[in-house]
């Protein structure tokens, strides 16, 4: 008997998403279906909501997910990305992309930017390509995407972000190079920030010190390991520069997207400094970076869009590790449930919370 799922269709921005009911296809050689058991609002689905990024509509929104394996289909057995075997009733998480690795463009250290990426929560429903977004009963993971099986212990609402910003802070991480003993300074404290400031406490870092123009969110911080606070909306760049000291800071992170944080944290490097930047995903004005003082003090400044497969299990094991070390289950501020979507969406904007859940638990 055919399995009956449901999903709701995002049209156009700022209008109500759609309630489908839909028989689940039949899954094709090495597919997954996955009851969906938990998702969460990242920043890119209320940019979609909010006409501030552009989808193929009609579209079903929602990447951070956490779910149940119900099905798969394979004349092979299939394993996880520790090598463990995937089968029925393993609550997983996977990556945000499907990247096929025979494609041409292919690079492992970049897989997330290959041709023909398969993005989940970014897709057009079609007639032969559907159930591929959170906000629905269930999702088909297609081969070639990253999976981790989880503790039953995880929660859920922590474990739907390991996948997208989790992930992302990982991949920083590794771009930032050491941590251990360095000066780092992180601007932008929503969940991105956040992770990235316990991430930095656990690989060793002598001082974590945040910016950010929200007073609660940077008491936050500090309950993520931050050692020194900053309010950029009240603070000029010359009292900023009261971090500098010794030779500057040695790692400076950007998840705010602001050019004022990235120009401010550039001018707060020493030598051999490394800036990563990672918010800046949408237009805005350009930087200016004093090319000079980029030579005299061999900085280095580089870019990151999602992460790759590396990064994807870094932050399973990281959060595995520390999910009870810090207050991570408080991120979701609120839950809601499928069929409350909508209202999950006015309050997230509205109210701008870290995180908003969807519980599928809840009727």
Not at 137 to 158: F, G, M, N, Q, V
Not at 200 to 219: F, H, M, N, Q, Y
Not at 296 to 325: C, M, P, W
């Amino acid at each position: 008997m055919a399995k009956q799922g449901k999903f709701l269709v995002f049209e156009k921005p700022k209008s109500p998403l759609q309630s489908v009911s839909s028989t689940i296809p039949n899954l094709e050689e090495g597919e997954i279906l996955v009851k969906i058991n938990y998702a969460t609002l990242c920043g890119s689905d209320l940019h979609t909501y909010c006409g501030l990024r552009q989808e193929p509509c009609p579209t079903i929104l929602g990447h951070e997910i956490v779910g149940t394996i119900i099905e798969t289909n394979s004349n092979s057995v299939l394993t996880d990305a520790s090598g463990q075997e995937l089968k029925g009733g393993d609550v997983i998480t996977w990556t945000v992309f499907a990247s096929d690795p025979e494609t041409a463009s292919y690079n492992a250290e970049t897989p997330q930017k290959n041709e023909n990426l398969y993005k989940y929560g970014h897709r057009q429903i079609t007639d032969r390509d559907s159930f591929h977004g959170g906000l629905a009963s269930h999702i088909i993971l297609r081969p070639h995407t990253s999976i981790r099986i989880l503790p039953k212990e995880l929660p859920a609402p922590i474990a739907a972000t390991i996948n997208c910003a989790i992930a992302t802070s990982a991949g920083a991480i590794r771009l930032a190079g050491t941590i251990k003993g360095k000066k780092i300074l992180i601007s932008g404290m929503g969940l991105l920030g956040l992770v990235c400031v316990a991430m930095c406490k656990e690989a060793g870092a002598s001082e974590i010190i945040v910016t950010d123009i929200d007073d609660k969110r940077l008491a936050l911080a500090k309950k993520f390991g931050a050692t020194e606070t900053l309010n950029s909306k009240v603070t000029t760049l010359d009292e900023l520069a009261i971090v500098k000291v010794g030779n500057g800071i040695d790692r400076f992170i950007d998840m705010s997207g602001s050019p004022d944080a990235m120009e401010a944290g550039i001018a707060q490097l020493g030598i051999n400094g490394v800036a990563v930047f990672i918010g800046a995903v949408f237009k805005q004005r350009k930087l200016e970076i004093d090319a000079e003082q980029m030579i005299r003090r061999i900085l280095t400044i580089k870019g990151l869009h999602n992460y790759n497969y590396e990064d994807f299990s870094t932050a399973v094991d990281f959060i595995v590790q520390n999910f009870e070390k810090y207050p991570f289950l408080d991120l979701v501020e609120k839950e809601f449930s499928l069929d409350e979507v909508n209202e999950a969406f006015d309050y997230a904007v509205m109210n701008k919370p870290i995180r908003v859940g969807i519980n599928m638990d809840i009727k």
